[in-house]
């Protein structure tokens, strides 16, 4: 089934320690974004990108560092600067070419320990 | 300036009624789209319905529409007859431009039996 795929689904960390999120889609989109949800709150955008090999800072960027080596992939490092990172993380993409939808994974669950 | 304003508080609504929720936003594009997104306490997002600037014509997608009134800058959705499965957070975004989305900071409807 076509569909984007995040994991873990929980994700414990130590203060300090730098931890990747996974994000993959097989839907062939070529747009593809990190978003960030506070409790009671909508989301934040972090990083995203149109196309391979490139990717764009969103409103949250500070303490989060992306990649996209692969059209199917964007996964998401929390780093360690990031003063606050619990929170629940989504991955979401959208086709370039007559689409205007943006289609969510699961999402990830992070808590720092 | 918030592109996107929910602003009412939690919702109780009976099961078979239908329910309003308001959606207001900001932008000085022509061009533009505004969507609807579920998220039930599982936490997934789940798209519900979109509508273009430039859609003359209100959206509907089964039990979902949307009430468009381009000169007050509203998006409110109405669901009908509602059911148990809709008690969830919804959530309104818009799409400028640049194809990021804005999200509102969400409605939450519980529907009673």
């Known amino acids: 089934d076509g569909g984007i795929t995040q994991s873990p689904k929980y994700l414990f960390r130590k203060e300090g320690q730098n931890v990747t999120l996974s994000c993959e889609q097989n839907?062939?989109?070529?747009?593809m974004y990190w978003y960030r949800q506070d409790p009671g709150q909508g989301l934040r955008l972090i990083y995203y990108?149109?196309?391979?090999?490139?990717?764009q800072k969103g409103d949250i960027a500070e303490g989060y560092s992306v990649s996209r080596e692969k059209k199917e992939s964007f996964p998401l490092t929390v780093t360690s600067a990031q003063k606050n990172p619990t929170a629940f993380y989504l991955c979401?993409?959208?086709?370039?070419?007559?689409?205007?939808?943006?289609?969510f994974g699961p999402g990830t669950r992070l808590t720092v320990l | 300036a918030q592109k996107i304003t929910q602003t009412q508080p939690g919702m109780f609504v009976q099961e078979k009624e239908a329910v309003t929720l308001d959606c207001t936003y900001d932008?000085?594009?022509?061009?533009?789209?505004l969507f609807w997104y579920k998220q039930p306490s599982s936490g997934e997002m789940i798209f519900l319905i979109y509508?273009?600037?430039?859609?003359?014509q209100n959206a509907t997608e089964g039990r979902y529409s949307l009430n468009f009134q381009k000169a007050r800058k509203s998006a409110n959705l109405v669901i009908s007859a509602s059911q148990l499965g809709d008690s969830a957070m919804y959530f309104c975004?818009?799409?400028?431009?640049?194809?990021?989305?804005?999200f509102g900071k969400g409605n939450q409807v519980v529907v009673i039996p």
């Open positions: 979401a993409s959208m086709g370039q070419f007559g689409t205007d939808t943006q289609y």
């Open positions: 839907l062939n989109h070529d747009a």
């Open positions: 990108s149109q196309i391979v090999n490139d990717f």
């Open positions: 932008t000085s594009d022509q061009s533009y789209g």
């Open positions: 509508q273009g600037s430039y859609d003359e």
């Open positions: 975004a818009m799409r400028e431009g640049d194809n990021r989305l804005a």
